[in-house]
């Protein structure tokens, strides 16, 4: 059973940055692929970004490519999101997840099997 722990969301202010944390316990971090979804107040859950086992691959949603980095480091069992230039729009509550490292559909939420408390991200106008 993997636990994962987000950590680093705030408020900030429109342009800004911010960088989320998400450590993992219980299970061999290299044998899952990461995933960052967020869900605004009264949407859906929606995909946000993805990272590889082994860190090759990233995959983004539109709305944040050129903007987020996803990153991981796998001896400190941790992954990352770098936000940029953050907009109003990007707040939400940022959940990070694991996937079996086979999975190849990280962009679809039903794929995951662990998933993290939530972080809020609030950014003002």
């Known amino acids: 059973q993997v636990q994962l722990v987000e950590s680093g969301g705030g408020l900030v202010q429109a342009g800004g940055s911010l960088r989320l944390s998400c450590a993992a316990s219980g299970g061999t971090f290299s044998n899952y692929n990461m995933g960052w979804f967020r869900q605004a107040p009264g949407k859906e859950r929606e995909f946000v970004a993805a990272?590889?086992?082994?860190?090759?691959?990233?995959y983004y949603a539109d709305s944040v490519k050129g903007r987020f980095t996803i990153s991981r480091d796998n001896a400190k069992n941790t992954v990352y999101l770098q936000m940029t230039s953050l907009k109003p729009e990007d707040t939400a509550v940022y959940y990070c997840?694991?996937?079996?490292?086979?999975?190849?559909?990280?962009?679809?939420?039903?794929?995951?099997?662990?998933w993290g408390q939530g972080t809020q991200v609030t950014v003002s106008s």
């Open positions: 997840a694991a996937a079996s490292w086979r999975e190849r559909r990280l962009t679809t939420m039903e794929k995951y099997d662990y």
């Open positions: 990272i590889s086992w082994s860190g090759a691959d990233t």
